[in-house]
């Protein structure tokens, strides 16, 4: 689906022993950089997207017309200023960019994996991005930065290295997936399954797409994404395109009309078994139970400078499962600190245009930077 | 799909205009009735039933198999006492349990309505309600009472009737239906109308049933019926039937195998084309809009006595909707208590054991009657 981005390669041999027990290998990720490695490579950022997010974070300087998904936080002059910090984002593994996941070819028999691809973790996701790192020639990244499932990566990355992450910030995430969110998700993946043009996942093969159960699941997504609040002061009540009810099942509210362009919109550029894969990941995320049951385990000793942030609306990834988060970096007397941001939009907040997410991030990145005697210089830096 | 209940007929000519201008005739209701009228027929209680509700709404003393959907609240020595009160249930026109719906037969075409069915609205249950409540020979109803989409006949029937109505006791509802909510029901109509089962309505008469759409459309309501804290204690992430993850698609947690019993055993009892007709009205629930944009309007001059109840964990109906209610109330002077109670079990709590629902309402209920100096003996009573 998206054949230009950077792409690194793990042959046969130098694959990935996934936590499902099963070898991963060849694999690929795709990925993204801006701005210049300087040359103590030492203003490295890391992004990690969200669920279906890409490795395209900021704007493409080189073409106009491509936006990248975080475009207002990531990019010259920005919070996350690509004059200054060398950005680098990659598709996840499991994802539909470019990395491998179930669109991939199976190297065992030629054809594309479908559901014979491997199930993965987030711990899966971030140990092939640790693997890229390295081929970047990068020891430790200034910072690990993502919201959502992005923040999920955040905080697998702090916990499984402590000497590589200088500085993180999970942003409207968890640190481990809630009942409910679960349920939601299941709802998405049976809403995929029961499209009968899912065909056991072999859809591509047989040439179809299950447009209409992926579309119905990003609805359903969709909603969980936003607020109440933010619903009704965007749609209201309010009709679409009529003076008055039509007596019918079309979009008669620009609600309706909202929903079902966002889902339809959504199919035309996500894989359906990718959706299926990704949510699974989440669905597992539980980092108190790969820690003895308790959270803070994961992170003793750590070294690493904590930026916490949630978003008063966002009732998927509410406050107090990022304030659990504070708590258990408090009990390991981590370095944190912890923001609340005021906002309405709910959990698409934290890709949406809020002042106060941009100038903390930007604020705690630059006290790290003087704090740790890191110079961002660039000037003379030379991309990898 | 419900043969036994009671029925009352509006043959051609006794028809209801419905809010589309439509003319339903003839058409039918089914309901149910428990304990007795008593002389002065003074102690009739209108029970409203919810989306996926019936008139079963108490235990059959005649078949121990066959339980009602409020048989906590409602039967003999229970709050709402059926040795005390005469106590009638209807199914809702648009319904699949007895009265006139989308799965009756169009007596122009002599095939099943399927989408012929005119879209109808709560007011048009109300009316069709009140022109059965007419047959019985009831003038007055000592009290309306009903939960979610029974609330909100529960306000309907106040706002029009206000004569024939002593005491109303909306439950867990709002007086319009939110943008969040319209588009949970948006979801589920997208998820039954995308199960190419379904034949564009036609199903019935084609031999089949959209029962994979059906299904994930429960399965998302489902989730908006509970809450966050309560599929937390009920599920958190514990597993199904196993001791650890599988890395597949199963339903690896119990919350996951919990889910899609619900929606696979809702399919068996409703009819996909209700689900639309009802939740579509539902959708076109605005009091204000009917009353100048100003809900107090609704209930100028009432004479009415009110209980408003929410709970603090239903985030379907959340209590700062119940409040706009009694706000509404209170502009108009009328009578009226107000009674948030403490659960965790989210909107589903109206149904479930909730004593201090159970007192609220037999305190409300007789204190009114006897404010109102009525005798509610039935043991010379006769029933209808």
Redesign the interface.
């Known amino acids: 689906m998206e054949p230009n981005s950077k792409i690194v390669r793990f042959e046969h041999g130098d694959g990935l022993l996934l936590?499902?027990?099963v070898r991963l290998e060849p694999f690929e990720i795709a990925y993204e950089t801006y701005g210049t490695l300087n040359q103590d490579r030492s203003n490295a950022i890391l992004i990690c997207h969200a669920l279906t997010g890409d490795q395209h974070v900021a704007d493409d300087p080189e073409d106009s017309e491509k936006s990248g998904w975080w475009s207002n936080l990531v990019g010259p002059g920005k919070a996350l200023d690509s004059d200054k910090y060398f950005v680098i984002c990659s598709n996840v593994l499991g994802g539909c960019m470019g990395s491998t996941g179930p669109s991939s070819i199976n190297p065992e028999t030629g054809k594309i994996y479908g559901?014979d691809f491997?199930?993965i973790t987030i711990s899966d996701m971030v140990r092939a991005q640790a693997m890229f790192i390295d081929r970047l020639g990068i020891e430790r990244l200034f910072s690990v930065v993502g919201g959502s499932m992005g923040g999920m990566q955040v905080l697998e990355w702090a916990a499984r290295y402590p000497e590589r992450v200088l500085t993180a910030i999970p942003i409207a995430t968890s640190h481990?997936?809630?009942?409910?969110n679960?349920?939601?998700h299941?709802?998405g993946?049976?809403?995929v399954?029961?499209?009968?043009d899912w065909r056991q996942g072999r859809y591509l093969d047989e040439g179809c797409n299950p447009r209409?159960?992926l579309?119905?699941a990003r609805?359903?997504a969709h909603?969980t994404y936003?607020s109440?609040e933010a619903?009704?002061q965007?749609?209201?009540?309010s009709l679409q395109d009529r003076d008055s009810?039509t007596?019918?099942?079309d979009?008669?509210?620009q609600?309706?009309s909202y929903?079902?362009y966002q889902?339809y919109r959504f199919v035309d550029r996500f894989d359906a078994n990718s959706y299926?894969y990704i949510t699974?990941a989440m669905?597992?995320f539980?980092m108190p139970?790969d820690h003895g049951g308790i959270l803070a385990n994961a992170f003793k000793d750590t070294k690493s400078r904590f930026c916490v942030i949630s978003f008063t609306s966002d009732?998927l990834y509410?406050t107090r499962e990022s304030r659990e988060i504070v708590k258990a970096l408090n009990a390991v007397a981590a370095n944190v600190s912890f923001v609340e941001i005021n906002s309405e939009k709910g959990h698409d907040a934290f890709l949406l245009d809020e002042p106060e997410m941009f100038s903390t991030v930007s604020g705690f990145l630059d006290a790290s930077a003087d704090a740790l005697g890191i110079t961002l210089e660039q000037a003379q830096g030379k991309g990898v």
Chains 1, 2 share one sequence.
């Open positions: 936590d499902s027990g559901l491997p199930v481990r997936h809630s009942s409910q679960i349920a939601f299941e709802v993946r049976q809403a399954m029961a499209d009968p209409s159960g579309a119905v609805m359903a909603i936003l109440d619903l009704h965007k749609f209201g009540r009810l007596f019918g099942f979009a008669d509210f609600v309706e929903l079902r889902g299926l699974r669905d597992y539980d139970k009732w509410p």
